[in-house]
């Protein structure tokens, strides 16, 4: 079956050759199936595509690389490298802990009901700033970091839930009462203000 991308070109090819044929001999939509050809080629398939170019963004936008092709976000793609166990996301990244291709979606993502699209929304404003608005580091987040979103992954897991660091813990842990980011914890994050002082994992 081809792919989103392969359906979206098929889509848009379609729709130009019904558009270009109404427009051409606009007397097809004298008749009823005339009139349904037009109503398929200027109303159904441009919201086909619209659909269907919206998913394949939305997918798109996942990806490490898309959110690392800003400027901006440079440091944060090499911070991903840092040889470092204590600093988090270059942990989960270089131990495929988080899909390496979505390390910055995964970790990102409010994990409640409407999370994906509240998370895109933002990223709107991210476009925004890059092109139009100015965008100085460093950056902050929205909001707090929820520990939802660590344990997203990590609840339920033997090691985590029971090992002598987080089990006695675990119930402040999981009312968000103590964060995963507080001080002595995991508080050694992206660490992008001390890039030129660390070492870099490169990968074999």
């Known amino acids: 079956m081809p792919g989103p991308t392969i ?3 098929i889509l848009i090819g379609v729709t130009i050759v019904l558009i270009a044929t109404i427009a051409f001999r606009p007397s097809l939509t004298a008749t009823r199936g ?7 080629g200027l109303f159904l398939m441009p919201l086909a595509m619209a659909s269907l170019g919206a998913e394949e963004h939305m997918e798109r936008s996942k990806q490490t ?5 800003c400027h901006i976000m440079e440091p944060y793609g090499r911070s991903l490298h840092i040889d470092d166990a204590m ?8 131990n495929a802990r988080v899909p390496r291709d979505e390390a910055c979606y ?6 409640v009901m409407y999370g994906g699209i509240r998370a895109k929304i933002r990223g709107l404003r991210h476009v925004y700033m890059q092109y139009i608005g100015h965008a100085a580091p460093p950056l902050h987040l929205y909001t707090p ?3 939802r979103e660590c344990l997203h992954c990590h609840a339920g897991a033997r090691s985590f839930e029971e090992g002598p660091v ?6 402040s842990i999981k009312s968000n009462e103590l964060s995963c980011l507080t001080s002595g914890c995991h508080n050694n994050v992206h660490g992008v203000a001390h890039l030129s002082e ?7």
């Not at 005339?34 to 398929?40: D, E, N, R």
């Not at 995964?106 to 994990?111: A, F, K, Q, S, V």
């Open 145 to 147: 970091y929820n520990n």
């Open 87 to 94: 600093y988090v996301p270059a942990a989960h990244f270089q």
């Open 198 to 204: 660390l070492k870099f994992w490169e990968p074999k």
């Open 7 to 9: 359906l979206l070109y």
């Open 166 to 171: 987080h089990g006695p813990l675990m119930d």
């Open 34 to 40: 005339g009139k349904q050809l037009a109503f398929v």
């Open 65 to 69: 690389d898309f959110c690392l092709s």
């Open 106 to 111: 995964t970790c990102h993502t409010d994990y």
